[in-house]
């Protein structure tokens, strides 16, 4: 095997870090979430505001950004009775990109080793 256990292990870590956020990002819809959240400002947007521009019903829509919170890429914030959801996903993506630099460097590592070898 090329890959050391160790980054082997890394690898898997930062995977299973990121799957939540793949699996909530894959979606159409949520994507379209992500966006109006990002395009209501650092105030944040509720549930009704959104279902307002969307084909979808508010369970609907509270359904796709429960996944998002669960996923980490929103959170909500009490205000009176309403909930007003705000993009948290800066975090995420740091988590993707330590994946991605990862990945990188241990493709750079087995390419040496290959060369090496040769």
């Known amino acids: 095997m090329k890959i050391s256990d160790d980054d082997l292990a890394l690898l898997h ?3 299973s870090k990121c799957g ?6 894959g ?3 949520r994507q379209k979430l992500i966006l109006d959240i990002l395009d209501a400002g650092e105030n944040g947007v509720n549930v009704m505001t959104l279902a307002a521009g969307s084909k979808l019903s508010r369970p609907a829509i509270s359904h796709h950004l429960k996944i998002l919170k669960d996923s980490g890429v929103v959170s909500f914030e009490k205000q009176g009775t ?7 996903i800066q975090k995420k993506l740091a988590e993707v990109e330590s994946l ?4 990188f460097r241990i493709i750079d590592e087995v390419n040496k080793q290959e060369s090496k070898e040769k």
């Open 13 to 15: 870590e930062l995977f």
């Open 20 to 25: 939540p956020l793949f699996i909530a990002l």
């Open 27 to 29: 979606d159409e819809i």
């Open 82 to 88: 309403q909930a007003f959801y705000k993009l948290t």
């Open 100 to 103: 991605i630099q990862s990945t």
